[in-house]
């Protein structure tokens, strides 16, 4: 199966078409969370944490073997390596990702899996067109980061075919709060990382408000489930530090406050300490999962 043809840019192992697929500018605001070597190992932590979510909701949206699926904001590639084996060597995964350097991180990452069935396109995912449709469309923790989410699954509706889907996971932050009773050093530091989204132009409530994006953007309302995995492991224990970190530039550019949360070269140590004295559970990110079909008598154009 190919998916390009003369036109092309080569992207990584394979080559992405300029012709057949462009990718039409909606710049999106700068990205909160920047795009250091550790905010890419923190994204594939977190990535393994969800991977089960992701996979469960993407199976129980109909995405198996032979189909040809959009991955909206690739990012290190666990997205696109989840769908890789979903849709198997006769389908085809093509993923969008603005950043050059994590568009390298996914194809090596991809090449390593020994994956032959994914392609990436570097380019912003507000207007994307194909002369092929595809069977569906993606993304997980992409939304949220967009300045016009309603006008991106507007566009990305035109590119799947009657019948196909599209399936986003976005995060909910509020759900963390009843974590939170028993530790305040945890709740300040999630208290700073709200606002610093908030600040940043980034919705941290996007999941519950895809029931209504979906339908605005001209789907059916769209099923629904909020799973938030806990634990009490290292990588449970180091997700908020390392957001928090990740953060920490945002922060400051947008004048958030740190002083409560005291000396920051030792906050993941007293974040640690707090959560085992209380001998509580935590969790990383907090996903909706939403998915809907796109009518099989839609007569919606893809132009």
Not at 92 to 111: H, K, L, Y
Not at 196 to 222: K, Y
Request: net charge negative; charged share 20%.
């Amino acid at each position: 199966m190919h998916l390009f043809s003369e036109d092309t840019k080569l992207i990584d192992g394979n080559v992405a078409n300029t012709a057949d697929m462009r990718t039409l500018s909606q710049p999106m605001k700068d990205y909160a969370l920047g795009y250091t070597d550790a905010e890419q190992e923190r994204l594939i932590r977190q990535a393994a944490i969800i991977a089960p979510i992701t996979e469960r909701l993407f199976r129980e949206a109909g995405i198996g073997p032979g189909q040809r699926v959009l991955d909206l904001g690739s990012g290190m590639g666990d997205v696109a390596t989840l769908l890789a084996r979903l849709v198997g060597p006769l389908g085809e995964v093509v993923g969008i990702e603005r950043d050059a350097n994590s568009i390298a991180r996914a194809r090596a990452r991809i090449a390593a899996a020994g994956l032959r069935n994914v392609s990436f396109i570097q380019g912003d995912v507000g207007e994307i067109a194909s002369d092929q449709p595809f069977d569906a469309a993606v993304g997980r923790l992409i939304l949220q980061f967009l300045p016009d989410a309603i006008g991106v699954l507007r566009s990305v509706y035109g590119l799947v075919r009657p019948g196909g889907v599209l399936a986003f996971q976005e995060p909910s932050l509020a759900s963390l709060s009843a974590l939170g009773a028993r530790l305040p050093l945890w709740s300040q530091v999630h208290r700073v990382i709200r606002e610093t989204f908030l600040r940043s132009g980034v919705n941290p409530e996007t999941g519950l408000t895809l029931h209504r994006i979906f339908q605005e953007a001209g789907l059916p309302a769209p099923i629904m489930h909020l799973e938030m995995p806990l634990g009490s492991d290292t990588d449970f224990l180091r997700w908020t530090p390392d957001l928090f970190n990740s953060l920490r530039p945002s922060a400051e550019q947008h004048n958030v406050s740190l002083d409560e949360l005291g000396d920051l070269t030792t906050l993941p140590y007293r974040l640690c300490a707090e959560i085992t004295r209380a001998k509580a559970v935590v969790s990383v990110v907090p996903l909706v999962s939403a998915w809907s079909r796109k009518p099989e008598d839609s007569l919606r154009s893809t132009d």
